[in-house]
């Protein structure tokens, strides 16, 4: 047997592996996670899940941030720097996770709301935004059970709530239903 054409035919066997790998490591390379650090921890966290929620309000560094899926009221709080001293956590749940889209309004001392009470001791701090909220929010409301609260998001999918009274407008809920809820909800 001739040793030169053995050797030949290795050599194209792993200048084609070497192609090979080449290939594939470049294709690779541009498939890598995103990488963050958080204020809590100076560790990198991998993030394969994120999502973008809007804090303002009595909050130091208000704006939209990208948190991990799964992270909570708190967290959402820390990364905005923290509380003002005259914020109003009363009814904040701050334990609460959060949802894509979604926006947490902090209310201050003597502010005005919608409605045109003060929120200083006022219990309505931490309303519903039907227009944002998840099933499991929704099912917190005085009589809207999960057929409900997915006929409602249905709706906000097709089109987004106006007003608190456009709630009016899914099949089920009426005046009662809604002179029930009304207090809890808003649409920001």
Same mark, same amino acid.
Do not use: C, H
């Given at each position: 047997? $001739?040793?030169?054409?053995?050797? +030949?035919?290795?050599?194209?066997? &792993?200048?084609?592996?070497? !192609?090979?790998?080449?290939? &594939?490591?470049? *294709?690779?390379?541009? +498939?890598?996670?995103?990488?963050?650090?958080? *204020?809590?921890? $100076?560790?990198?966290?991998?993030?394969?899940?994120?999502?973008?929620?809007?804090?303002?309000?009595?909050?130091?560094?208000?704006?939209?941030?990208?948190?991990?899926?799964?992270?909570?009221?708190?967290?959402?709080?820390?990364?905005?720097?923290?509380?003002?001293?005259?914020?109003?956590?009363?009814?904040?749940? +701050?334990?609460? *996770? &959060?949802?894509?889209?979604?926006? !947490?309004?902090?209310?201050?001392?003597?502010?005005?709301?919608? !409605?045109?009470?003060?929120?200083?001791?006022?219990?309505?701090?931490?309303?519903?935004?039907?227009?944002?909220?998840?099933?499991?929010?929704?099912?917190?409301?005085?009589?809207?059970?999960?057929?409900?609260?997915?006929?409602?998001?249905?709706?906000?999918?097709?089109?987004?709530?106006?007003?608190?009274?456009?709630?009016?407008?899914?099949?089920?809920?009426?005046?009662?239903?809604?002179?029930?809820?009304?207090?809890?909800?808003?649409?920001?």
């Amino acid at each position: 047997m $001739d040793n030169s054409i053995y050797k +030949k035919g290795l050599a194209v066997v &792993l200048i084609i592996a070497i !192609i090979i790998m080449t290939a &594939l490591g470049i *294709k690779l390379s541009g +498939k890598e996670k995103e990488i963050t650090f958080t *204020k809590e921890r $100076d560790m990198e966290i991998e993030i394969e899940t994120y999502i973008w929620v809007d804090i303002d309000g009595a909050v130091n560094i208000p704006g939209v941030y990208v948190l991990i899926e799964g992270s909570r009221v708190k967290d959402a709080i820390t990364i905005a720097g923290g509380l003002k001293e005259e914020a109003i956590t009363k009814n904040l749940n +701050k334990a609460r *996770k &959060l949802v894509d889209g979604e926006k !947490i309004y902090i209310y201050e001392e003597g502010e005005i709301s919608g !409605i045109g009470e003060t929120l200083a001791g006022s219990s309505q701090l931490d309303l519903i935004n039907i227009n944002t909220a998840s099933a499991q929010q929704l099912r917190t409301l005085p009589g809207i059970g999960e057929a409900y609260a997915n006929r409602i998001i249905e709706y906000r999918n097709i089109k987004k709530f106006s007003s608190i009274e456009e709630i009016k407008n899914v099949q089920g809920i009426g005046e009662k239903t809604f002179e029930n809820i009304k207090e809890f909800i808003t649409v920001y």
